[in-house]
């Protein structure tokens, strides 16, 4: 599974945390796991996907703060993490994200002014 490229579990009964060990798939260019009943935070490991186009998270019961990790991926064109239950105020690393088109953060807890 080395060279996968792209992993779809959307919309099934999926329970427990992400494992931080699909990080070692560095190949990764898509990752949707939204619609399922992850729970816990989004690991910090997720700094390793770096050929990562697109992350789809949404629609789960994920927690916590977003990881500062998620903005070293510089290839991320669309990440998607609305729906779930994180919280606290937007980071600012999003700057950079040069190559990112759409970014919903929508239906959370998040706090505080909107980064310029």
């Known amino acids: 599974m080395k060279n996968l490229a792209v992993l779809n579990f959307c919309n099934n009964k999926l329970k427990g945390s992400i494992p931080p060990s699909l990080s070692t798939l560095s190949n ?18 997720v700094r390793n996907l770096e050929n990562l186009f697109e992350l789809n998270l949404s629609k789960n019961k994920l927690n916590g703060m977003m990881p500062l990790s998620i903005f070293k991926l510089y290839r991320l064109s669309f990440l998607y993490l609305d729906s779930n239950l994180s919280e606290g105020p937007l980071l600012k ?9 759409r970014l919903d953060l929508s239906n959370n807890i998040l706090i505080g002014p909107i980064p310029s």
Do not use: H, M, T, V
């Open 28 to 45: 990764f260019s898509y990752l949707c796991l939204d619609s399922n009943i992850l729970l816990g935070p989004i690991p910090g490991e």
């Open 93 to 101: 690393g999003k700057r950079n994200l040069k190559a990112l088109r």
